[in-house]
């Protein structure tokens, strides 16, 4: 039974493009929740994913976009990168949305 | 805001010494969950509480849920080497899809 997987590990951009970030949830799992992590500090909530839709959303501008297919993995894009916008990119799931969440390896971005 | 406070940041520990880290919150929590994250690794559920006064206990772990669940604690009883990482604790909206993380404690276990 395959954990929640992360794609790509590590990025290296540069300010003003734009990035894709991959994630497959747990198996039966159907939420997807992700969250921006800076050195040292603990994660921030971004958006949450249920049902192909958008059920909640954090302090985070709409560079910040994202859309969960029907398999239910999950993409994160960020348009317009700042260096700001460097961290750890968790993805977590869960089955439904009060339960537990399971958070995979993350990606880890750089933007110069 | 609906944000947690934990303390400490940090705390150094001898190995066997207990140690303890508090969640603080100025209003009331639906519920409470615990995490791990060790050093380059990602967060690992350890809990939820949801009962007043609720007490839990995994092995050397004991996690506490205060009665106006506005706080909680973790507490670790002789710590060990396997015990480095930082603890989050993370609150829930009341609609239950929003998680928000304390700033962690880290933790560090001198052998």
């Known amino acids: 039974d395959a954990g929640v997987t992360q794609s790509p590990t590590h990025l290296i951009k540069t300010r003003g493009q734009q990035v894709t970030l991959r994630c497959s949830p747990k198996?039966?799992?159907?939420?997807v929740s992700w969250y921006q992590q800076a050195l040292g500090q603990g994660p921030q909530f971004i958006f949450q994913y249920y049902e192909e839709e958008e059920r909640q959303r954090g302090n985070f501008p709409d560079r910040f976009s994202g859309h969960q297919f029907p398999n239910y993995s999950s993409e994160l894009n960020v348009n317009a990168l700042l260096l700001g916008d460097s961290a750890l990119y968790l993805c977590?799931?869960?089955?439904?949305?009060?339960?537990?969440?399971?958070f995979g390896p993350g990606t880890r971005l750089t933007v110069t | 805001g609906q944000q947690v406070m934990q303390i400490p940041q940090y705390q150094h520990v001898q190995e066997g010494e207990d140690f303890t880290t508090y969640c603080n919150s100025s209003?009331?929590?639906?519920?409470i969950q615990w995490y791990k994250q060790r050093p380059g690794g990602h967060p690992v559920f350890l809990i939820q509480l949801v009962k007043s006064g609720e007490v839990k206990k995994q092995k050397r772990l004991t996690f506490q849920f205060g009665e106006a669940k506005k706080n909680s604690s973790l507490h670790i009883t002789a710590t060990q080497t396997t015990d480095v990482g930082t603890y989050f604790c993370a609150r829930n909206n009341n609609a239950g899809n929003m998680l928000t993380f304390g700033g962690g404690t880290r933790l560090m276990v001198k052998p």
């Open positions: 977590a799931s869960s089955f439904y949305v009060r339960y537990e969440q399971y």
């Open positions: 209003t009331t929590l639906s519920n």
């Open positions: 198996s039966g799992h159907d939420t």
